[in-house]
C-alpha cells in the first residue's frame, strides 16, 4: 500500500518570505500523481498544485510550485512571497494512476503559520 | 463553476441514532469519494463509487453503508451512531479519466452526543 509522509507538523514563515514544506511517499507503481490540498480554518480542501509522476518538469501555480524528485519519492511544496491567507493546513497526497485504486492517500498534514 | 453539495452541512445526532449525509457531484463527474476527517487528523477514505457500483472501500464501519444513485448523487448512511463518529465527513468527485484531479465538498459536520 503507498504511503505519504509529512516530516513537519509545524511550519512558520515571515510574510512575504518563502517556506517549504516536505512530503515524501512510498509507492512500487510507475504511474501515479501527487498533489497538495490546503485546508484553511473553513475546513474546506481546497487544490494547491498538482503533479503527474511522467512529467519532469515541476509544476508550478502562481506563487506555488513543487520540487518532484521521483527517485528519491519526495515531492515538496514551495510557497513565494508568503501572504496571511496562505495560513492553513497543507495536506500531501498521493494518487494511483492504475484503475481500480484512485482515491487520494493523505499525509498527516503540516500546520502553516504565516507571521506578519 | 458548480461545485461538490454536500447535505447537510452540520448534524448534532445523540447515541445510537441514524444519520444520512447526502452529496452531489459536479456534473458529468462519474466517480464520488467519502472521507472522514476526525479532530486533528488527516482525511480517512471510507468509500467510492464509479457508475453506481462500489469501486474501492476502506476504512468504513460495519454500521456504515453507502450507495451511488442513477442521477450519480451519493448517500453516507450511518446508523448506531457513536461518540467516536463525530466529525467532518467530505464528499469529493471526479471524472474517470486517470489522475484526474479530485474536488472535494465542503463537508458535513456530524456531532454525535
Known amino acids: 500500500a503507498q504511503t505519504v509522509t509529512q516530516s513537519q507538523p509545524e511550519m512558520s514563515v515571515q510574510e512575504a518570505e518563502t517556506v517549504t514544506l516536505s512530503c515524501t511517499y512510498d509507492t512500487s507503481e510507475s504511474d501515479y500523481y501527487l498533489f497538495w490540498y490546503k485546508q484553511p480554518p473553513s475546513r474546506q480542501m481546497i487544490l494547491v498544485i498538482r503533479?503527474?509522476?511522467?512529467?519532469?518538469q515541476n509544476a508550478t501555480e502562481n506563487r506555488f510550485s513543487v520540487n518532484f524528485q521521483k527517485a528519491a519519492k519526495s515531492f515538496s511544496l514551495k510557497i513565494s512571497d508568503s501572504q496571511l491567507g496562505d495560513a492553513a493546513m497543507y495536506f500531501c497526497?498521493?494518487?494511483?494512476?492504475?484503475?481500480?485504486?484512485?482515491?487520494?492517500?493523505f499525509g498527516k498534514g503540516t500546520k502553516l503559520t504565516v507571521n506578519p | 463553476a458548480a461545485g461538490v453539495i454536500q447535505s447537510p452541512r452540520h448534524l448534532i445526532k445523540e447515541k445510537r441514532e441514524t444519520a444520512t449525509l447526502k452529496c452531489y457531484p459536479i456534473?458529468?463527474?462519474?466517480?464520488v469519494y467519502w472521507y472522514q476527517q476526525g479532530p486533528g487528523q488527516d482525511p480517512q477514505f471510507l468509500i467510492s463509487?464509479?457508475?453506481?457500483?462500489?469501486?474501492d472501500k476502506g476504512s468504513i464501519p460495519d454500521r456504515f453503508s453507502a450507495q451511488q444513485f442513477s442521477d450519480y448523487h451519493s448517500e453516507l448512511n450511518m446508523s448506531s451512531l457513536e461518540l467516536g463518529d463525530s466529525a467532518l465527513y467530505f464528499c469529493?468527485?471526479?471524472?474517470?479519466?486517470?489522475?484526474?484531479?479530485?474536488?472535494f465538498g465542503e463537508g458535513s459536520w456530524l456531532t454525535v452526543v
Open positions: 463509487f464509479y457508475e453506481k457500483m462500489q469501486s
Open positions: 469529493a468527485s471526479s471524472s474517470r479519466l486517470p489522475g484526474n484531479t479530485i474536488y
Open positions: 503533479q503527474e509522476a511522467y512529467k519532469q
Open positions: 497526497a498521493y494518487r494511483s494512476g492504475q484503475g481500480g485504486s484512485e482515491k487520494l492517500v
Open positions: 456534473p458529468r463527474h462519474d466517480t
